[in-house]
């Protein structure tokens, strides 16, 4: 169910939030729990949209702008303005497809490293949406690899955490400046 809060899809010079990058201690912490809804929320969830598509991304966790809350917005098809984004509050994974699918992953956290990552096609998710209303959303595809991308944020887990070719990402890391030592391999 796509969110009804409006903000332009543009790029802005000075956009609201920092981001944080692999090797800051709050990209690993474990989220919170929303307890309240309400304006301040939603104004947060409007300056988590503009810093995303200030920065060219498709989906953003409150953790990386410094947020210790469970918050993700995401929007999987930036250059359509009719197309809402998506809002996800206090999300909880309900069900996964046992069918597995590689695709290259970046982060915003993680500028310039693009890896192959292997989750599950398909992800049913329960959350709230910035009124509070809760909602289940069944998703594939990018939809799919980008709520379980963003989800990981929320868990302090980081999506170089389960890239499975290290020799690769070691790489990667390394000539964009990252170290191999702030990756925390999930088993």
């Known amino acids: 169910m796509p969110s ?16 944080h990058y692999l090797g800051d201690r709050v990209l690993r912490q474990p989220a919170k729990r929303v307890t309240k809804i309400d304006d301040e929320l939603r104004q947060l969830v409007r300056d988590m949209l503009q810093t995303m598509y200030s920065e060219d ?3 953003l966790a409150a953790p990386q702008v410094g947020i210790n809350k469970q918050l993700i917005v995401i929007d999987c098809e930036p250059d359509k303005p009719e197309v809402p984004p998506l809002v996800l509050i206090n999300p ?39 009124y509070g209303r809760p909602k289940t959303l069944k998703a594939g595809d990018l939809l799919a690899r980008c709520i379980l991308h963003e989800m990981d944020h929320l868990n302090g887990v980081v999506f170089v955490d389960r890239v499975e070719n290290s020799l690769t990402l070691a790489q990667e890391l390394s000539k964009n400046g990252f170290s191999y030592q702030a990756v925390k391999p999930v088993a």
């Open 4 to 19: 009804d809060i409006a903000v332009e899809k543009k790029k802005l010079k000075n956009p609201p939030l920092k981001l």
């Open 57 to 59: 991304g498709i989906g």
């Open 92 to 130: 909880v994974i309900k069900q996964v497809s046992s069918e597995l699918c590689i695709a290259q992953e970046g982060c915003l956290s993680i500028p310039q490293v693009y890896l192959d990552v292997k989750r599950p096609k398909t992800v049913e998710v329960s959350y709230k949406d910035e």
